[in-house]
């Protein structure tokens, strides 16, 4: 039986540089001033359509000095009890706002700012858990407002041209797929990655990626399993996925916070494979074969730090008036939290966000 070709997830973007303007420019606010928010800073001043305006963090010196240095116009941080993110979203003049806050804080911040009236891009993962996405998910379509989880590889040119081939039947009907994402993180306890509180651990962090090599060229599994290594916090430090679709096709991810892995993904067809090089969440060479022999190599680049492909997406969706991605539908970021949810199920992993 053939194996079903799965949605490719192509972009629409008519021109292939993110940087060109679709529309009337936005005015962004960025929520937190991590090493993610510099990055996407970067990445927003690149966009003709794009303006810094408005940037939060807990304390008002450090969100002056991630003004000056981004140039942002407004600079939030707390004032009198009020939380600076809060602060921003008060502020009439911001359309979108981009939160780069730890897992566990997605679902309070976001839903703040679609009940004021933002559009919002939210940093991966989603959520903690598939019911704080379904409000979200709810929330943001009641208001007509765009919601879209930034799962930035989906975008880039080498993972969208893997699922063109993927979807094209070059390599004939994809029976597995594998891939890997895996680095020693030191350990703290009070560290983003590790911290129970915030949603630490491979699974939220690491594995959207591996998985994501699974989604666009298979689509959403019918059987999950999974193994996995818990620290004495209860956090994942190592997890192994299996998945299991209907027609016989499986894939393999590992994502760890423990080792050194060789970062690639394969997916292998009836009639040939392709292979990422580099590593799976900004692939920059994909390796297509067919037979034994032949094989050919095709490269990209890539524009900016790799975010300016997403930024262009939401930027693009909100100027038209749409509230969701055709690439990234708010459906596949509760399937994914669904599928998250019954890994950590069995794993073990729980939060503190799991019971409020």
Not at 175 to 193: E, K, N
Not at 315 to 331: F, K, Y
Request: proline share 5%; aromatic share 8%; hydrophobic share 40%.
């Amino acid at each position: 039986m053939s194996a079903p070709i799965a949605k490719p997830w192509l972009s629409s973007q008519s021109d292939p540089d993110p940087r060109s303007a679709t529309g009337n420019p936005l005015r962004w606010g960025i929520i937190a001033t991590g090493g993610i928010a510099r990055s996407v800073s970067q990445d927003l001043a690149l966009l003709n359509d794009a303006e810094l305006y408005a940037i939060s963090s807990r304390g008002q010196e450090t969100a002056d000095a991630f003004a000056v240095a981004y140039d942002f116009a407004k600079a939030y941080g707390a004032d009198g009890g009020v939380p600076g993110y809060q602060r921003l979203l008060a502020d009439d003049a911001v359309d979108v706002v981009y939160v780069a806050t730890p897992h566990a804080q997605h679902h309070e911040i976001v839903l703040a700012a679609l009940n004021a009236g933002k559009h919002v891009l939210c940093e991966k993962a989603f959520t903690i858990n598939a019911r704080e996405a379904a409000e979200l998910i709810d929330v943001a379509r009641s208001r007509k407002l765009f919601l879209m989880e930034a799962v930035w590889s989906r975008f880039l040119p080498g993972m969208q041209r893997a699922f063109e081939i993927a979807a094209s039947g070059e390599i004939g009907d994809v029976h597995w797929v594998t891939a890997d994402l895996g680095f020693p993180a030191p350990y703290s306890p009070t560290a983003r990655l590790w911290a129970r509180q915030d949603g630490g651990g491979a699974l939220l962090d690491l594995s959207v990626y591996p998985l994501l090599w699974a989604l666009g060229t298979l689509g959403f599994p019918q059987t999950v399993s999974a193994t996995g290594f818990l620290n004495d916090d209860g956090v994942d430090a190592q997890n192994a996925i299996t998945l299991g679709y209907n027609h016989g096709a499986q894939a393999q991810l590992t994502s760890s916070l423990l080792a050194h892995g060789p970062r690639t993904a394969s997916v292998a067809g009836s009639l040939g494979f392709l292979q990422s090089i580099g590593s799976i969440n900004n692939p920059r060479e994909l390796v297509i074969g067919s037979g034994w022999e032949e094989r050919r190599v095709e490269s990209f680049d890539i524009v900016g730090r790799g975010y300016t492909y997403e930024l262009r997406e939401v930027t693009r969706c909100i100027q038209q008036g749409l509230t969701e991605s055709p690439v990234m539908p708010l459906e596949d970021s509760l399937n994914t939290m669904r599928l998250f949810d019954g890994v950590r199920a069995q794993l073990g992993v729980t939060y503190p966000n799991d019971s409020r």
